[in-house]
C-alpha cells in the first residue's frame, strides 16, 4: 500500500487521534452547542444521535472502505472504482479548496484573538485592552484591516503546510497525538470555571432541558434539517477525509468499530464545547447565538466581565478552538497533497510530497487571501464578482457565503447521496464485506448497515441538501 511519500499511519491510537482531530472543529465549538439549545436541548440531541446512527456512522464506514480498498486518495480513488465515478473525486479536492479558503481565515482570527488575550495577561500594548476598543468594534476593526486579517490567516495557511510537510505519520500523527489531548485537558478547565460561575445554571438549562416547543407543528422539519447538516458537516464527510484516511489505514485495523469511535468523540467534544461556552455566556447575562459572532465577540465579552483571570481564560479558549480548527484543516490539506502525489504517480512520475505540498499550500493561501482581504464582505471585495450572477437571485453577500454555499450546501451532500446509492444499490454487500472482513474482521450488523445505506441515508441526505438550499436561499421555501 503506497510508498514513501504517500506514507501512512503508524498507530491505531494514532490514526483516532487524527480523525477525531478533523472531525473536532469550529463546527463543535461555535455550532452544536446554540443550535442545541436553540433547537429543543435534550431533545435535538437525540434526533442528532439517531441522524448519527442512521447516517454518519454509514457514511463513514463508506468512506473508511473505498479509501482502504482502493489505497488511494479521493481523486484517484473513485476512478479506481469505475471511470465513470471520476466527477465524485474532483468533487473531492474541489470542496477541500473551497473550505480551506474559508476555514484558514477563521483560523488566523483563531490566533490573533489568543494572542491578544495573551497580550492582556502581560498588560502588553498589543493586547485587546489597550486597543480600548468594545468587543464588536474590535471584530470589525480587525476583520476590516485587510493586511492584518490576510497576514493571520496565511500564518495559519503555513502552519497547515509545515504539518503536511511532515507526512502522515511523523507530521498529522505525531501533531494529533499532542493536539488533542491538550484540547481537552484545556476545555476540561474552561469548563469548570465556566459551570461554577454565578448564573452558569441558566445556560445548563438553554442547552440542555427537553423543549418540545420548537418541534411544534412543522418546526420539527426544521430541527431535523438543523440537525442533520450539523452532523454532517461536524463528522467531516464529503470532504474527501475519511476517504484519504481510509487509504492510510492498514487491513487489520476494524473499520466499524473506528467508524462508531470517531462520532462517538465528537459528539462528546461538542456537548462539552457546549458546558464551557453557554454557562458563562448567560452567567455574564448575555444572549447566545451561533458562529463568528458567539465565538470573536459574545466570548470575548464574557472574558471582559471577569476581571484579573478573564485574559488567561480568554487565551486558553481561542488557543483551544484553534487547535480544533488546524487539526481539521490539516486533514482538508492532506486530502489534497495526497491527491497531487497518487496522481503524479498515477502519470508515471515519481512521487513528491515536498513539491505537493508547497503547491496545494499556495493554492489555499491565494483563496484564503482572497477571502480575508473581503473582510466577511465588509470590504466588498466579493462585488465586481456578485455582478456576474446580476440576472439570478443573489444568494451570498461574501465570498466565504459563496465557498461555503458551493461546498456544504450543495457538493458535498451531493457527492455523499450519490456514493450512498452506490454502494446501497450498485456495489452491494460484497463491496462492503470484501474490505470489512479483512484479516479475521466480522462484519457485525450487516441487515441494519445495509439498510442504512439503501433507504435511511439517501432519504436523509436527500433532506440535508434541501435544507442546505433553503438555508443558502437558493430554494424560496420557508421551513
Ligand atoms: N468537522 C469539522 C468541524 O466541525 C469540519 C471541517 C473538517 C472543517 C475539516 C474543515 C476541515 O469544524
Request: charged letters at 10%; proline letters at 4%.
Amino acid at each position: 500500500m503506497g510508498n514513501e511519500q504517500r506514507g501512512g499511519f503508524a498507530s491505531s491510537f494514532g490514526f483516532l487521534m487524527a480523525a477525531v482531530g478533523s472531525a473536532v472543529g469550529l463546527g463543535n465549538l461555535w455550532g452544536f452547542p446554540y443550535k442545541m439549545g436553540a433547537n429543543g436541548g435534550f431533545a435535538f440531541l437525540v434526533v442528532y444521535l439517531v441522524l448519527a446512527v442512521l447516517v454518519g456512522f454509514v457514511i463513514m464506514l463508506g468512506e473508511f472502505v473505498i479509501g482502504r480498498k482502493t489505497g488511494k486518495s479521493v481523486l484517484c480513488a473513485y476512478p479506481k472504482l469505475g471511470k465513470k465515478y471520476g466527477f465524485l473525486g474532483v468533487f473531492g479536492v474541489l470542496v477541500p479548496v473551497l473550505i480551506l479558503s474559508f476555514y484558514c481565515v477563521l483560523g488566523g482570527y483563531c490566533i490573533k484573538y489568543a494572542l491578544a488575550n495573551l497580550g492582556d495577561v502581560f498588560h502588553a500594548k498589543w493586547g485587546y485592552l489597550a486597543s480600548g476598543m468594545d468587543t464588536g468594534t474590535f471584530f470589525g476593526a480587525f476583520t476590516g484591516d485587510m493586511g492584518a486579517a490576510t497576514v493571520f490567516s496565511l500564518i495559519f495557511v503555513v502552519l497547515t503546510g509545515l504539518i503536511i510537510l511532515g507526512g502522515v505519520s511523523d507530521g498529522i500523527e505525531k501533531f494529533s497525538k499532542v493536539a488533542m489531548p491538550a484540547l481537552f485537558v484545556l476545555l476540561v478547565i474552561v469548563i469548570i470555571r465556566s459551570v461554577t460561575l454565578p448564573g452558569a445554571g441558566a445556560g445548563l438549562e438553554f442547552m440542555f432541558k427537553p423543549n418540545w416547543e420548537p418541534f411544534a407543528g412543522l418546526g420539527w422539519l426544521h430541527v431535523l434539517k438543523t440537525a442533520a447538516g450539523q452532523m454532517f458537516f461536524s463528522l467531516s464527510l464529503g470532504m474527501g477525509i475519511m476517504v484519504t484516511f481510509g487509504s492510510y489505514l492498514p487491513k487489520s485495523e476494524n473499520l466499524i468499530k473506528q467508524s462508531i469511535v470517531v462520532p462517538a468523540a465528537d459528539t462528546i467534544v461538542a456537548i462539552m464545547a457546549g458546558l464551557a461556552v453557554m454557562p458563562a455566556v448567560f452567567a455574564a447575562g448575555l444572549e447566545p447565538g451561533a458562529g463568528p459572532g458567539l465565538l470573536y465577540v459574545t466570548l470575548q465579552t464574557v472574558f471582559e466581565s471577569m476581571g484579573a483571570a478573564g485574559p488567561i481564560f480568554g487565551f486558553m479558549l481561542y488557543f483551544l478552538v484553534f487547535i480544533a480548527a488546524i487539526t481539521s484543516s490539516v486533514s482538508l490539506l492532506e486530502v489534497l497533497t495526497s491527491s497531487f502525489i497518487d496522481k503524479s504517480e498515477e502519470k508515471g512520475k515519481a512521487p513528491n510530497r515536498k513539491l505537493a505540498t508547497i503547491i496545494t499550500t499556495l493554492v489555499v493561501a491565494a483563496g484564503a487571501t482572497l477571502v480575508s482581504c473581503d473582510g466577511l464582505g465588509a470590504n466588498g471585495v466579493w462585488v465586481p464578482f456578485q455582478k456576474c450572477f446580476e440576472q439570478i437571485p443573489v444568494w451570498c453577500d461574501c465570498w466565504l457565503d459563496f465557498f461555503d454555499c458551493i461546498s456544504e450546501g450543495i457538493l458535498m451532500p451531493v457527492s455523499c447521496l450519490i456514493m450512498s446509492l452506490l454502494i446501497g444499490w450498485k456495489w452491494g454487500p460484497k463491496f462492503l464485506q470484501d474490505e470489512i472482513e479483512q484479516e479475521g474482521n466480522v462484519f457485525k450488523a450487516k441487515g441494519f448497515i445495509l439498510f442504512c445505506f439503501k433507504f435511511a441515508a439517501p432519504v436523509i441526505l436527500l433532506f440535508v441538501l434541501f435544507g442546505q438550499l433553503v438555508d443558502f436561499g437558493i430554494l424560496n421555501v420557508a421551513i
